[in-house]
């Protein structure tokens, strides 16, 4: 522990002079300087404390859930700490775990709840033997990182199969693959899914059509999105397990990828002992993380952020924009490192009706990757009816909202590194 002191030390001095900067939260590298000094800063820190840890993993939703489970909590009197600022690898963990420890060294609030990117779980398994692991699911993302699905399954697999009895699995039942790994580990698991009506709806960008025990090919009685549905495997037997959770009285936010979202919370928190009124009143108050439907006012339009960095959340993404009838659009595509270097899976998005928007703006990295993806699904007339080119961010906002009647919002559609660009010109500040 007389390590650690230091350390800590260093690492909160590092965060305060980057915030007096504005480069940041400073929630990475107080975590590398103490992880470089002791590899096993995490263990060693909560050991020493009585928190209850609970950790939510998946491609899509870890923000939002995390959120929507710590609204929960502090609006019933718990006090919880939370890598909020979307540091989800080993070194943004550690950062939140010593930014909010005492002047002793310690950890003293009642929670802590960790989202943590799918590559990274094993490492973080390895580390700290959660009370709760909350598994949404896995889509193709960043191929050039994580390869295939199944070699993130496999990982997975792998690090559940080493913990403790004590860690309790909450497992979205509608994606097989999750499912399976629970299915095939000692430990108690909690499910949820979605109840939808006995029709099947387009699998578009489907990566889980395998049956995980065999690999005979899966019989979907229902689905939702993607490879998310009411599976069965009539080869070997495998099924669909019974859910725990399939409807909610409340949804704070749009969209069929939230009910899985908002669903995986509630099981978490029923699971603390909290009673279906207490969680629909936390709820009732959840504001939207960022970047993830979180509204901004700029120059007195509201302008809405849907987070779409693969194929299946730009899909929802932009089914949920329809929804909402959105009359404007920006899509900004990046490919940095926080995105993925391969930008090719926006040819497996779908994108029907583009000529219901009154103006589409496109801006990024690859702007002229997305633009011929348009050209493509649209035709060149519409195309050039309807689509503004910008290789300068700022100006494809700024142009686009001086476009914008007061009265209607702006929906973006960013990948990771664009969406914290975006909220930079928004607000003047940085969140990472």
Known sequence: MMLNLPLITVGKTISQISKR???????????????????????????????????????????????????????????????????????????????????????????AIFEVDENALPLVLNQIAPDYLVLLNLFRDQLDRYGEINTIVQKWHDAINKLPKTTKLIINADDSQIAYISLTSQLDSLYFGLNVKKTKQSQYAAD???????????????????????????????????????HFAHYPLSGTYN????????????????????????????????????????QKRNVQLFLSKNPTSFNQSF?????????????????????????SWIWDTNLPQLEEFKQITLAGDRVYDMALRLKYEMGIENYEKKVKIFENLKEAINTTIDHLPINETLYILPTYSAMLDIRKILTGRKIL
């Open 259 to 298: 009910k899985y979202n908002t669903h995986a919370a509630a099981v978490v928190l029923k699971n603390l002992k909290m009673t279906d009124e207490q969680i629909y009143d936390s709820f009732k108050q959840f504001a939207p993380m960022f970047g993830r439907q979180e509204i901004i006012q700029y």
């Open 21 to 111: 900067l504005n480069r940041g939260h400073g929630s990475t590298w107080p975590g590398h300087i103490a992880l470089k000094g002791n590899k096993n800063f995490i263990r060693d820190i909560l050991a020493k404390s009585k928190i209850k840890v609970i950790i939510v993993a998946g491609t899509n939703g870890k923000t939002t859930t995390s959120g929507l489970i710590r609204t929960g909590l502090e609006k019933n009197g718990s006090t919880v700490l939370q890598n909020e600022s979307g540091a989800n690898l080993l070194n943004g963990i550690a950062s939140t775990i010593l930014l909010n420890t005492n002047t002793h060294g310690d950890i003293t609030q009642d929670y």
């Open 208 to 246: 889980s059509v395998s049956c995980p025990k065999c690999g005979s090919e899966l019989i979907f009685e229902t689905t939702t999105f993607s490879h998310l549905g009411n599976w069965q495997c009539n080869s070997c037997g495998l099924h669909h397990p019974k859910i725990e959770m399939i």
């Open 319 to 343: 089914q949920t924009i329809r929804e909402l009838k959105a009359l404007s659009l920006l899509i900004v595509l990046n490919d940095r490192i926080p995105d993925g270097r391969d930008i």
